[in-house]
């Protein structure tokens, strides 16, 4: 079975610190992308960050960063510095590299604190 | 912006209604997606058309019906619905080849059945 994991339904930080949101994922694939999204309040999916599954080196975008855990099946998101805008809801993803079907988890309330 | 562009933006309808739900991309994509997104659940996949042609029906009730006259718009017509359909509907699209494995989200419709 496809199912990706996000065992935080809520997190909050204060602004200018870090925080480190979790995911764990199964999948039977070798070869896959995964990948955290951003929804805000305007309920658009924006994405923050994707890691290719072959690639050990770990993805990041500016003050995003990942923790991929290829072995444990984990790929954690660590924000650096948060800041205000960062507050939203976070999904984890994952899509095998021949599949159609995109398996999201339940998502990560994260509330910034000025 | 990330070019996936969903009308109306909400939508209220009766039981006895029939309504379309449209989206638009303009990013040369070939496949086009529709999710469900309900409070506290994963994102559920209800439809993928690649080139037109629908690849992924995911259990879904007739009275959800998709239309894609071409690669730039995907229709989800609905009749009958029920109140449990209430919830935000997102259309994504993806371009499906090599290094396409991102998607790209409009800002949904959220849709509640009275």
């Known amino acids: 079975a496809q199912t990706v994991t996000q065992s935080q339904p809520e997190m909050s930080v204060q602004e200018a610190e870090t925080v480190t949101l979790s995911c764990t994922y199964d999948t039977s694939e070798s070869d896959y992308y995964l990948f955290w999204y951003k929804q805000p309040p305007s309920r658009q999916m924006i994405l923050v960050i994707r890691?290719?599954?072959?690639?050990?080196q770990n993805a990041t975008e500016n003050r995003f960063s990942v923790n991929f855990q290829k072995a444990a099946k984990s790929f954690s998101l660590k924000i650096s510095d948060s800041q205000l805008g960062d507050a939203a809801m976070y999904f984890c993803?994952?899509?095998?590299?021949?599949?159609?079907?995109?398996?999201f988890g339940t998502g990560t309330s994260l509330t910034v604190i000025p | 912006e990330t070019g996936v562009t969903q009308t109306p933006r909400h939508l209220v309808m009766g039981m006895t209604n029939k309504k379309s739900l449209k989206c638009e991309q303009h990013l040369g994509h070939n496949a086009m997606y529709w999710y469900k997104q309900s409070a506290k659940k994963p994102l559920e996949l209800m439809f993928v058309y690649n080139f037109k042609e629908q690849t992924e029906n995911n259990s879904v009730p007739s009275r959800f019906s998709p239309e894609c006259p071409n690669s730039s718009h995907l229709f989800l017509h609905l009749h009958t619905l029920q109140p449990e359909d209430s919830a935000l509907y997102l259309c994504a699209s993806r371009y499906p080849g090599q290094g396409g494995e991102k998607l790209f989200f409009g800002s949904g419709t959220q849709l509640s059945v009275l």
């Open positions: 993803a994952h899509v095998p590299n021949t599949g159609n079907q995109f398996y």
């Open positions: 890691q290719e599954a072959y690639k050990q």
